[in-house]
């Protein structure tokens, strides 16, 4: 199996741009989760999917990000308009679900500059 | 209070050491419980699950207590490649799903 794929795994962009992160979970994992990575916050939870459907978005800036998961083999976790603060690394995982617990497989992450 | 607390360290130690590290959390619902190891400018990789009896896995060992709502992960032997940030994750349940909360790290040097 690939494992998780991200896309792009740099970026670098002006404060005001529209950022699009991507990504590919592993083939039959049915929840996926976004998380952002800082030295101050440590790995923060984004939000996350079950199914395709939102499960839990409480993690989520709202007002500037926004987090879609078209079908079971892509999402996408957009930021417009992107600030410095938002400077951060950018994971995607997914999972299987059984019973009480799951572990989450992580693509390599996004490294996301903005200036 | 965070709900899932690590010391941060660093623990530096010498090869052949044992190293032990301690994770708390809040939630007493908590259902699952995973050790993560994280090497510099990495993603998170699925270190061992925790069980409730403990568990085992070469040179290292995870241990739950949940009266105390801790789990700890003891590394015997060290090893230069074990340097690395051990992170800690709890699965709490939430809505009929489970949200998995991460600890900040802790971070493992062994020197030779």
């Known amino acids: 199996d690939a494992g998780v794929i991200q896309s792009p795994r740099h970026e670098v962009t002006e404060m005001g741009q529209e950022v699009t992160l991507r990504c590919k979970p592993i083939?039959?994992?049915?929840?996926l989760f976004w998380y952002r990575q800082t030295m101050m916050q440590g790995l923060e939870l984004l939000v996350y999917?079950?199914?395709?459907?939102?499960?839990?978005d409480s993690g989520m800036p709202k007002d500037r990000f926004s987090a879609k998961m078209p079908n079971a083999s892509f999402s996408t976790l957009k930021i417009q308009p992107s600030e410095p603060r938002d400077s951060a690394v950018y994971f995607c995982?997914?999972?299987?679900?059984?019973?009480?617990?799951?572990?989450?497989?992580f693509g390599p992450g996004t490294r996301l500059t903005v200036t | 209070r965070k709900e899932v607390e690590q010391d941060p360290g660093p623990f530096n130690v010498p090869e052949g050491a044992t190293v032990a590290f301690n994770c708390t959390y809040s939630?007493?619902?908590?259902?699952?419980f995973f050790w993560y190891r994280q090497d510099c400018r990495k993603e998170p990789k699925l270190l061992m699950s925790?069980?409730?009896s403990g568990n085992e896995d070469g040179r290292f060992t995870a241990q739950l207590n949940r009266a105390s709502q801790y789990i700890s992960l003891l590394i015997r032997d060290s090893k230069l490649s074990d340097s690395a940030t051990y992170l800690c994750?709890?699965?709490?349940?939430?809505?009929?799903?489970?949200?998995?909360?991460f600890g900040r790290g802790t971070s493992l040097i062994v020197h030779p």
């Open positions: 083939s039959g994992h049915d929840y």
């Open positions: 994750v709890v699965n709490s349940a939430s809505g009929g799903s489970y949200i998995p909360t």
């Open positions: 925790v069980y409730s």
């Open positions: 999917f079950n199914n395709k459907a939102v499960m839990d």
């Open positions: 939630n007493s619902a908590s259902q699952s």
């Open positions: 995982a997914s999972s299987l679900a059984g019973g009480s617990s799951y572990e989450q497989y």
